[in-house]
T-cell receptor, first 112, second 115 residues
Framework: DAKTTQPNSMESNEEEPVHLPCNHSTISGTDYIHWYRQLPSQGPEYVIH???SNVNNRMASLAIAEDRKSSTLILHRATLRDAAVYYCILRSSIQGAQKLVFGQGTRLTINP | EAGVAQSPRYKIIEKRQSVAFWCNPISGHATLYWYQQILGQGPKLLIQFQNNGVVDDSQLPKDRFSAERLKGVDSTLKIQPAKLEDSAVYLC?????????????FGEGSRLTVL
């Protein structure tokens, strides 16, 4: 499975933008980049995903490098509720079924 | 839309005892996953079902763990006998086959403590 590398932790202030980096130098041409986050005592929740182009949704933006070897999840205006562990995952498709392999993730702390 | 339901939320057992966890995925979701999450680590995939067939169980410790998904709907994960290192949160997730490609919906998990 292709691997991702993320910082163990990051800290930001409320109402400021947050840029969460992810390196995936061994990504293959058909791997999608997914981001999930996990709030305390909850299961992970989907944030966003992309293949080559930058993506935006109501939760966040995903900026993908031109060579696809790195990406950045952008929270435009962090709130205290965004404090969570953020996982960057490459989705591999094996025999037509989708598989998500989680790494350690980045623990994001938001200061009031 | 009702989410993925899991039970029990918490379970405490002694080593060598057995335990079973139940998952009811979102209605119509054909793919179901069981993940194990040890404290401080990311979730680790144990088994993946497509309808009632196993797609991937390469990470499932088959000497003590078993899982089934009868009729392609709800699923149970069993551990027998439990070891101390099985203490973890067991997460169930499901995925629709069409639309919102790749998005998994997770339950809140079942927290197991083995003493």
């Amino acid at each position: 499975d292709a691997k991702t590398t993320q910082p163990n932790s990051m800290e930001s202030n409320e109402e400021e933008p947050v840029h969460l980096p992810c390196n995936h130098s061994t990504i293959s041409g058909t791997d999608y980049i997914h981001w999930y986050r996990q709030l305390p005592s909850q299961g992970p929740e989907y944030v966003i995903h992309g293949l080559t182009s930058n993506v935006n949704n109501r939760m966040a933006s995903l900026a993908i490098a031109e060579d696809r070897k790195s990406s950045t999840l952008i929270l435009h205006r962090a709130t205290l509720r965004d404090a969570a562990v953020y996982y960057c995952i490459l989705r591999s498709s094996i025999q037509g079924a989708q598989k998500l392999v989680f790494g350690q993730g980045t623990r994001l702390t938001i200061n009031p | 839309e009702a989410g993925v339901a899991q039970s029990p939320r918490y379970k405490i057992i002694e080593k060598r005892q057995s335990v079973a966890f139940w998952c009811n995925p979102i209605s119509g979701h054909a793919t179901l996953y069981w993940y194990q999450q040890i404290l401080g680590q990311g979730p680790k995939l144990l088994i993946q079902f497509q309808n009632n067939g196993v797609v991937d169980d390469s990470q499932l410790p088959k000497d003590r763990f078993s899982a089934e998904r009868l009729k392609g709907v709800d699923s149970t994960l069993k551990i027998q006998p439990a070891k101390l290192e099985d203490s973890a949160v067991y997460l169930c997730a499901s995925r629709p086959d069409r639309g919102r490609t790749g998005e998994l919906f997770f339950g809140e998990g079942s927290r197991l403590t083995v003493l």
